[in-house]
């Protein structure tokens, strides 16, 4: 059992930065694939960023390839998201996961989700 706890959302201008953190419990937390997703109002949940268990590879959207970086750090059980010139289309909860299976870019592939934390940018 793995528990998410995600932290540091909040109100930025456009062109601002934001990083997130997603602590984990459970001591199995370096075996997972971990990965962000976004969901806005009225639209799906959306793949984001995603990491390998080793942290050797990582994934990124198209949307935010460039401007987002995906780290985590398996000694402190946390994943990190930093989102660099924020714009107006990245106002969304933002939620992290955790898989068994290894990294995708699916939903349906992780077996473990954060609460959420809301990212709002101001144009």
């Known amino acids: 059992q793995v528990q998410l706890v995600e932290s540091g959302g909040g109100l930025v201008q456009a062109g601002g930065s934001l990083r997130l953190s997603c602590a984990a419990s459970?001591?199995?937390?370096?075996?997972?694939?971990l990965g962000w997703f976004r969901q806005a109002p009225g639209k799906e949940r959306e793949f984001v960023a995603a990491?390998?268990?080793?942290?050797?590879?990582?994934y990124y959207s198209n949307s935010v390839k460039g401007r987002f970086t995906i780290s985590r750090d398996n000694a402190k059980n946390t994943v990190y998201l930093q989102m660099n010139s924020l714009n107006a289309e990245d106002t969304a909860v933002y939620y992290c996961?955790?898989?068994?299976?290894?990294?995708?870019?699916?939903?349906?592939?992780?077996?473990?989700w954060g609460q959420g934390t809301q990212v709002t940018v101001s144009s």
């Open positions: 459970g001591r199995t937390f370096s075996t997972y694939a």
């Open positions: 990491i390998r268990s080793s942290g050797g590879s990582t």
């Open positions: 996961a955790a898989g068994a299976s290894g990294v995708t870019s699916r939903s349906g592939g992780y077996d473990y």
